[in-house]
T-cell receptor, first 115, second 119 residues
Framework: GAVVSQHPSWVICKSGTSVKIECRSL??????MFWYRQFPKQSLMLMAT?????????EQGVEKDKFLINHASLTLSTLTVTSAHPEDSSFYIC???????????FGPGTRLTVT | AQTVTQSQPEMSVQEAETVTLSCTYD???????LFWYKQPPSRQMILVIR??????QNATENRFSVNFQKAAKSFSLKISDSQLGDAAMYFC????????????????FGTGTRLQVTL
């Protein structure tokens, strides 16, 4: 299967600062990338869907000004958590997808801790 | 909107035995895809098996097979000859078939079933 990388795998930041998470599709061109948030022992919650060169589509209840998504190319999407607060601490996962009966390929996730 | 329900928060199986994880979904669509993903303690999501709704034949992947009942909107996963490495969180997921949108459709996940494998 395709490989999706995420960087960093773990980040600690201070309250009020911003942090950027990168998601790269290493060996295929993804039409669409997805960003999820996962709390301990819970399911994945979709935050937003993005296509290359287009504005991201955010799920209801997700603050688009807080979670900035940029999808600069078919292989790179970034999630920036702006003015982070402790309640933003979570596990963030990206995935890459394409049209058709294919699975989404998931990155290994990024653990964000805001102190 | 589509929903996916996994009614078993936790399941346990002995090594070498067989276990079935349940999943039901609700949709008004006729064309869609269904998936089972596994999330081990590393938290890396791994595809276990997929099923296309228009295919009547149940998908199989080695020790993993599904029982897809389209009319009942049921999509259970059977794991045969369970191994210690099968211990993980299992998520059932639904995805609509795209209609010339150029955008891959999103996954809707169930709440997951934690599978324990005992000796």
């Amino acid at each position: 299967g395709a490989v999706v990388s995420q960087h960093p795998s773990w980040v600690i930041c201070k309250s009020g600062t911003s942090v950027k998470i990168e998601c790269r599709s290493l060996d295929f061109q993804a039409t669409t990338m997805f960003w999820y948030r996962q709390f301990p022992k819970q399911s994945l919650m979709l935050m937003a869907t993005s296509n290359e060169g287009s504005k991201a589509t955010y799920e209801q209840g997700v603050e688009k000004d807080k979670f900035l998504i940029n999808h600069a190319s078919l292989t790179l999407s970034t999630l920036t958590v702006t003015s982070a607060h402790p309640e933003d601490s979570s596990f963030y996962i990206c995935s890459a997808g394409r049209v058709g009966p294919y699975e989404q390929y998931f990155g290994p996730g990024t653990r964000l801790t805001v102190t | 909107a589509q929903t996916v329900t996994q009614s078993q928060p936790e399941m346990s199986v002995q090594e070498a035995e067989t276990v079935t994880l349940s999943c039901t979904y609700d949709t008004s669509e006729s064309d869609y895809y269904l998936f089972w993903y596994k999330q081990p303690p590393s938290r890396q999501m791994i595809l276990v098996i997929r099923q296309e709704a228009y295919k009547q034949q149940n998908a199989t992947e080695n020790r993993f097979s599904v029982n897809f009942q389209k009319a009942a909107k049921s999509f259970s996963l059977k794991i045969s000859d369970s191994q210690l490495g099968d211990a993980a969180m299992y998520f059932c997921a639904y995805r609509s078939a795209e209609r010339n949108t150029g955008t891959a459709s999103k996954l809707t996940f169930g709440t997951g079933t934690r599978l324990q494998v005992t000796l």
